[in-house]
């Protein structure tokens, strides 16, 4: 019979370890350990416990990504929109002419869609979505607002997000 | 900023969108986009931070995929060689919509945490961070603590009771997390809509605090 506050089935308040909470050594902040390696490797899918790795034992992987570096639009975040230049304003050479992902991009973005999204419902990988849509936005058929947003973290944008968060039902 | 690209004088406009809730431009014909504003869902494998995202987002929750190429040392018996692979990460995430101005994007971090500059990708200008915990598995959410206590960002740490059991009390996953008494150690209903409505509440509570304004 369980009692509140029990945990799950089988692990009652009298087999709590309370020294070690149940077998979990409390976290240890990076600064107060020394010699520690900078990362850590989570437990996996397959709920294998995480490694302490020794310092610099064995080798450790660099990981390459892919895709060149932006020189049209600095900062592209995940959560950049990015809207299509209406047709009166876009560039003479017509959308038709552009290869099939940046046709599909320009048509997405008949509405202002962020970075993410226009690479997850077309199926992009985000790097690849990043470059696309960089190379649009210069040659004129996309505008990737970057730069023109104000500061997400001054406190009138949190106190909007707030109130509209309130105001969920 | 080039906005040459508009036919009609909406150059003007543009310049007027931080003082104008319309977001319309003289003509009226100026889709300017909302403000895109984020918050990061983090926590271990399967702890519920796409659970939490589907709770309430306004949009069926998408995935976004990265696919990252590693190189890595390998010793064998021939030596040292390189193993080049590539490993696909994905991210779920939802919108709501805050008003015709204002998206908030809820991102949750892949569960790998060996690609941490992709949570530094996910992290970068957002307004903070949700480590979800699961009570039974505290051990899984370190490395998430350790990344945001290390980053700028506000962030809460909040422990998803199933079922309505929780493990362990809160201010025991408080100490075994060694977390600063400034950071909001809360529980919350993964699936409940106002639950985790509530969560990002008090986490925009905190990142309120820290950018100088009154709650």
Sequence with gaps: MTQPGDGP???????????????????LPPYVLSGRSKTTDAPTAEGRPSEESAPSAGPRPFVITRGRVLGEVADIDIETQVSAVDAAGAPERGVETLPAESQEIVALCAQPMSVAEISARLR???????????????????VVHAEDVPDPRSPDIIQRVIHGLRALS | MDFALFPDNTYAAISDVSRSSSGLGSTGLRRVPPVPVKIVIAGGFGVGKTTTVCSISDIQPLTTEAEMTEVSNGVDDAGDR????????????????????LKL???????????????????????GAVVVVDSDR????????????????????????FDGHLAHQLDDVRWALAVKETVPVLRFDARDRLSVR????????????????QA
């Design chain 2, 105 to 127: 994007y809820l991102f949750g971090t892949p569960g790998q945490t060996r690609f941490n500059f992709m949570w530094d990708d996910l992290a970068h200008g957002a307004l």
């Design chain 1, 124 to 142: 992009l990988q985000l790097g690849v979505t990043r470059v696309l849509v960089g190379d649009l936005h210069a040659a004129g058929y996309v």
């Design chain 2, 138 to 161: 505290l051990n899984d959410c370190f490395p998430a603590v350790d990344y945001f206590e290390r980053t700028e960002l506000p962030f809460v740490v909040a422990v998803n009771a």
């Design chain 1, 9 to 27: 089935a089988g692990r009652t308040a009298e087999n709590r370890d309370d020294s070690s909470l149940g077998g979990i050594l409390p976290r």
């Design chain 2, 82 to 101: 390189y193993e080049k692979h590539t490993t696909t990460v994905a991210m779920d995430f939802g919108c709501i919509t805050i008003d015709e101005t």
């Design chain 2, 198 to 213: 509530d969560t990002l509440l008090a986490l925009l509570g905190r990142a309120l605090e820290r950018a100088g304004g």
